[in-house]
């Protein structure tokens, strides 16, 4: 079973930066696609896209988030990265930490619990 653990949310100002960080345990982490998406207060039912990056490396970003955040990871240490520059009042949203593993064509996919991330002055 894979675990997922986010951490580095919290208050910033417009402007500022973060550093998300989410370390999967419970499978071999080069074997997970990661992601993260994002939730934002009173859209209970979508949970947005933010930045991916696969078992390769390849990377896509959403237009919101684009030029501002860089996803990364780091198998030797099972974690992925988001780092988050220039934040604005309405990246507030509590981020979901994403890994998606494929085997034989089956598709399994796993949450973090999700960390805060409030932007306000």
């Known amino acids: 079973q894979v675990q997922l653990v986010e951490s580095g949310g919290g208050l910033v100002q417009p402007g500022g930066s973060l550093r998300l960080s989410c370390a999967a345990s419970g499978v071999s982490f080069s074997l997970l696609a990661m992601g993260w998406y994002r939730q934002a207060p009173g859209k209970q039912r979508e949970r947005e896209l933010v930045a991916t990056i696969t078992r390769g490396g390849s990377i896509n970003y959403s237009d919101s988030v684009k030029g501002r955040s860089t996803i990364s990871r780091d198998n030797a240490k099972n974690t992925v990265y988001l780092q988050m520059n220039s934040l604005k009042p309405e990246d507030t949203a509590v981020y979901y930490c994403?890994?998606?593993?494929?085997?034989?064509?089956?598709?399994?996919?796993?949450w973090g619990q999700g960390t805060q991330v409030t932007v306000s002055s």
């Open positions: 994403h890994a998606e593993r494929v085997v034989g064509g089956t598709s399994d996919r796993y």
